[in-house]
Structures are given as C-alpha cells and as structure tokens.
C-alpha cells in the first residue's frame, strides 16, 4: 500500500512505520461494523467529532477511527507492540501494567463485553497472559482498544486530557489530520 499523510510526523514520537499501517488498515476492513456505529457513550467519536467529523458514514466512522489509532500509538508507545509498562505509573500490579502499543491494561477488561472477548480469545482473563496477548496479538490488540474508546476515555491519558481548546502541540489532537482520515478512507 502507498501512504502519504498517514505517514506524517507526530509530536516528538517520529512517524509511524509501514508495517504499523498496514495492520491498521488490514483491521480496518475486517473489524466488525459494531465497533464503529454510534452508541450513547461519550466516547471517541465524541471527543474528537470537533476535529475530524462530523461522522456520517460508516467508512468515515472507520477512517477517523484508524486515524486517532494512528496518533494514539505513536503517543502510547512509538507504534511499539512490545512496550511494556509505563514508568511513570506507581502502581505495577498485574492489572495495572500497561501493555503493548495502545498501553492498555488488564483492569480495562472491566468496561462492557471486553472480559468475556478477552476469555474467548485468549481462553483466560489472567492479566499476565493479557500482557503477553497484547503484545503479540496484532489485530486483537487494535481491535481491544478500538472497543475501549468506544466504551470510555476514562481508560486513556492522552484522550481524557486532551484539551480541544489548548494550542499547545503537546496534545493529541493538535496531530490528527482529515488529510490522513482522507488517505484511510481510501485504502478501505
């Protein structure tokens, strides 16, 4: 696949690799469309309706979804599958340990039918066997944190504390592009 705006420069993070990409976009068009219709939550599509929607399609619904996905991990981890946990949070439990590109974290299994997708998949909700899954289960991975930002925000520091008012290059938002929505959109 060619990509163009999709492989633009995020933050202080560098830009995400090919690789990267091409699983985002082979998730993208095998993911279920529940993932992407609305819903009542205050989720994603909520937060960043100002700066990439407004969503009318289901293919826009996806594009804006890979392409937060896209800022996301270079944010969590520099589209690193293997990042482990975040030196910065105190707690090291098990359950607490951040995994993974997206840096999500077995106590995440609390939110709607993720324990019970997590059980089907991996045939355990152990949180070390998460960490482990996480890390290596591509598709899964993306389609676990997809699921969460529909869910809640609540579970992901850059989104809850991205502040839409703030001109301040360090937030998220300031590094998500309609271009590379536009690209994603193309591609699925």
Do not use: C
Request: proline share 5%; charged share 20%.
């Amino acid at each position: 696949m060619s990509y163009q705006f999709t492989t633009a420069m995020i933050y202080n993070r560098g830009a995400p690799p090919v690789a990267f990409l091409d699983e985002l976009v082979m998730w993208a068009k095998f993911a279920d469309d529940d993932v992407f219709t609305p819903n009542d939550n205050i989720d994603i599509y909520a937060k960043y309706s100002p700066v990439l929607g407004p969503w009318t399609t289901l293919s826009q619904r996806k594009a804006g979804m890979m392409e937060i996905l896209r800022v996301l991990a270079g944010y969590e981890s520099s589209w690193s599958w293997q990042a482990g946990a975040d030196s910065d949070n105190p707690d090291h439990s098990p359950e607490t340990t951040e995994t993974g590109i997206f840096q999500v974290s077995a106590n995440s299994m609390a939110f709607g039918d993720l324990e019970k997708r997590v059980f089907l998949r991996f045939g355990s909700t152990d949180p070390d066997i998460f960490i482990r899954e996480m890390k290596t289960d591509t598709f899964f991975a993306i389609d676990y944190a997809a699921r969460l930002l529909r869910l809640t925000i609540k579970a992901n520091g850059p989104v809850l504390h991205d502040d839409l008012a703030s001109d301040d290059k360090r937030y998220l938002h300031h590094w998500l592009s309609p271009s590379a929505m536009n690209e994603f959109m193309a591609l699925i």
